[in-house]
């Protein structure tokens, strides 16, 4: 987890926070296991919290299928499906 802190133009520090996933962890976010609960100096029990959600446009299928929708007017063929999911890798 790496953390970087900025100053705000009128003058109050923000901080981002990036944390780094392992397999078990993005399953759980998937599955929407996941939890925050945020707390600052002003709020010591908690400032603000809720459920984190995965964000389907992380995966190639809903990717590949929204293109297909957006630019033909359908679904992917299922035998297309496989080769365009293993191309894209970002």
């Known amino acids: 987890m790496g953390s970087r802190g900025e100053q705000e133009p009128d003058g109050r520090s ?5 944390i780094t ?3 078990h962890e993005v399953a759980d976010l998937r599955a929407g296991s996941d939890y925050m609960d945020v707390h ?7 400032e603000i919290q809720g459920q984190l959600m995965w964000n389907p446009l992380e995966e190639a299928k809903f990717f590949v299928n929204q293109a297909y929708f957006d630019f033909l007017s359908r679904t992917p ?3 297309g499906m496989v ?7 970002d």
Do not use: M
């Open 14 to 18: 923000r901080r981002q926070v990036v």
């Open 77 to 79: 063929d299922a035998d």
């Open 40 to 46: 600052s100096s002003g709020f010591s029990g908690g």
């Open 83 to 89: 080769p365009t999911e293993n191309a894209r890798h």
């Open 21 to 23: 996933l392992d397999a």
